[in-house]
């Protein structure tokens, strides 16, 4: 059955559905929802959203993949708790049957994210954009081409994964009323930035994105030395 | 006063001119932003690596087979102001104003000086000497916390003004222990991720700075660590991750006793031994899950387990959901 959802809207107008407040804070007010948004300008390209709030209504939220915008970004989602969240892609979805709290898409993959009524949701939102990679990522290391290559191709896909213990600290740790915040952006910046160097860390960990099933037999032996 | 050793005397711990001058004296070879001494005298390296404009690192791990005093003299009158923050990992002896004696040790590891100050620090013959140096100019600082809170930058003014004079001496946290292991294991090899290290970075200034602004909520490690030795523990796990050596095994091995292992193993790592050598092999199975998609029974036969029950148990304990779960899921979506 299809949901009619009371908004829908691009992932980056989000804030539209929020009342300004002071400095990057956002107010969610009823009927539409209670809570709050912090938007936190990190560096140039590079911002950070706290989300903090519960909408009365279902919400959809979806890419901008159909603009031409020459502005590619790219966003990190860390859920403390995705229940109430669904994220699909193509025609695949990543329900409360598939077990994630973290996923990095591109502005250009097809995703959308659907938002059940009267779901509390905490998560942090990190968006980066190709020029902030390029500036800060990328550099001419045959190791860094090679997640610049991995990165580019999320242009058309997503990919979705489990924070670990650490990760999740630090997501939390972000997300807490926290005297450490009185050092301002220095300390967001600081963990920002290690949240996404962690994840793309562990994206250039990984040799490919697609089960090799053809060569299973002929690695088992190579996975076994390896493992002596 | 020091005894009769090698000394070299240097203006700043890791600029060109200082690892020309160490490699002359101490027959090094340099190498981009290396400095590697393979020879009778000084086996090891010093890594440099910068992360912003006046802001770098540097890694020194070397053992020597003689005393070696590394005497940094004060920045010269003209030169740019500096902050070293300096991270000993394993116990050292340093000469610090008129060459008084300082051992460090657990309880005050990490110190806070400006490079208008003079240090002299002995590598001691056998013992493996293992820093970490951070150097920040103060216009780099104040460019960070531009819109810090005043009643922290009030705080930090105070504690830096103290800085320009004297010494200032912290025990580490647990936080700081666990960003330098990760400098250590991931980064600072040749192939080093300026990103990664620029994160870490920060991560240490503030770490430093919230702990002397707010001594109350910062909790810190006052027990000497021997670092080098939790190192090779870690790599003896990491090598037999299909058949683990006995705790007692490593110990020996490490050539401690196996109560301090498990005490200080925890301290840095805030976990087990145990804990820890479960979850290094449960991330190892995933990847080879998502890479290879091996049936479930295989990953329990490589992993050493004699009932793939007891893999799938190990693994949803560490995941929250099965190995053939996550071979499905990946089928529809990437992970990572």
Redesign the interface.
């Known amino acids: 059955m299809e949901t009619s959802f009371s908004h829908s809207c691009n992932f980056h107008q989000l804030p539209k559905l929020f009342r300004k407040k002071s400095g990057g804070l956002f107010i969610l007010e009823p009927p539409l929802g209670s809570g709050s948004l912090q938007v936190i300008h990190v560096a140039r390209g590079l911002e950070a959203w706290l989300w903090n709030c519960s909408f009365n209504h279902e919400v959809e939220l979806f890419s901008n993949e159909m603009s031409q915008s020459r502005n590619r970004y790219f966003t990190l989602l860390c859920f403390l708790d995705t229940h109430g969240f669904k994220l699909s892609?193509a025609d695949?979805m990543?329900g409360e049957n598939?077990?994630?709290n973290?996923a990095?898409l591109s502005n250009n993959c097809p995703y959308k994210m659907e938002i059940s009524r009267k779901v509390y949701g905490r998560c942090l939102s990190i968006s980066f954009s190709e020029t902030w990679f390029n500036h800060?990522?990328a550099?001419e290391?045959e190791?860094?081409t090679d997640l610049r290559k991995k990165v580019t191709e999320l242009k058309t896909?997503?990919?979705?994964?489990?924070l670990n213990d650490?990760e999740q600290r630090l997501v939390q740790e972000l997300m807490s009323v926290s005297?450490?915040k009185?050092?301002?952006?220095?300390?967001i910046?600081?963990?920002v930035?290690?949240i996404?160097?962690d994840?793309?860390?562990?994206?250039?960990?990984?040799?490919?994105?697609?089960?090799?099933?053809l060569?299973?037999q002929k690695?088992?032996p190579e996975?076994?030395k390896y493992?002596? | 006063m020091p005894r009769n050793e090698v000394s070299c005397e240097i203006r700043d711990l890791h600029d060109d001119k200082s690892f020309q001058t160490l490699a002359s004296a101490l027959d090094g070879v340099e190498s981009a932003d290396a400095l590697r001494f393979n020879n009778k005298r000084i086996t090891g390296e010093i890594i440099r690596s910068g992360a912003d404009r006046g802001l770098s690192i540097a890694k020194w791990k070397c053992t020597s087979t003689e005393d070696i005093c590394i005497k940094k003299l004060p920045a010269d009158s003209g030169e740019e102001k500096k902050f070293l923050l300096l991270y000993f990992l394993n116990p050292a002896i340093i000469f610090a104003k008129k060459k008084k004696k300082l051992r460090i040790s657990g309880s005050r590891n990490n110190i806070l000086l400006s490079n208008s100050a003079g240090l002299e620090f002995i590598l001691q013959a056998r013992q493996p000497f293992y820093l970490f140096e951070i150097s920040f100019t103060p216009s780099w600082l104040m460019e960070q916390l531009r819109d810090a809170d005043p009643v922290i930058l009030n705080r930090l003014s105070q504690y830096i003004a103290r800085a320009m004079q004297t010494f200032l001496m912290e025990p580490f946290t647990q936080e700081e222990y666990k960003i330098l292991h990760e400098l250590e294991v991931c980064i600072l090899i040749d192939q080093a991720e300026d990103f990664f290290v620029r994160s870490r970075l920060y991560n240490l200034v503030i770490t430093f700075f919230s702990k002397v602004v707010n001594r109350k909520e910062v909790p810190v490690i006052q027990t000497a660590v021997q670092y080098d030795q939790l190192i090779e523990a870690e790599m003896l796990i990491m090598e037999n991750i299909r058949k683990p050596l006995s705790i007692e095994t490593i110990a020996r091995k490490v050539n401690m006793s196996v109560s301090s292992l498990i005490r200080k193993f925890r301290m840095i790592h805030g976990k087990s031994i145990h804990e820890y050598y479960v979850s290094k092999k449960m991330e190892l199975a995933r990847k080879i899950i998502l890479e290879h998609g091996l049936p479930v029974k295989k990953m329990a036969e490589i992993f050493g387990y004699n009932q793939p029950s007891a893999f799938i148990e190990s693994f949803t304990k560490q995941y929250g959901y099965t190995p053939g779960y996550l071979k499905l899921a990946s089928k529809k979506f990437s992970f990572f």
């Open positions: 892609h695949a990543l598939i077990r994630w973290t990095f800060n990522i550099a290391r190791r860094i896909n997503s990919l979705v994964g489990t650490s005297w450490k009185w050092f301002g952006t220095f300390y910046r600081s963990l930035l290690r996404v160097s994840v793309l860390y562990r994206i250039m960990q990984r040799e490919s994105f697609s089960i090799n099933h060569c299973v690695r088992v996975i076994e493992l002596q």
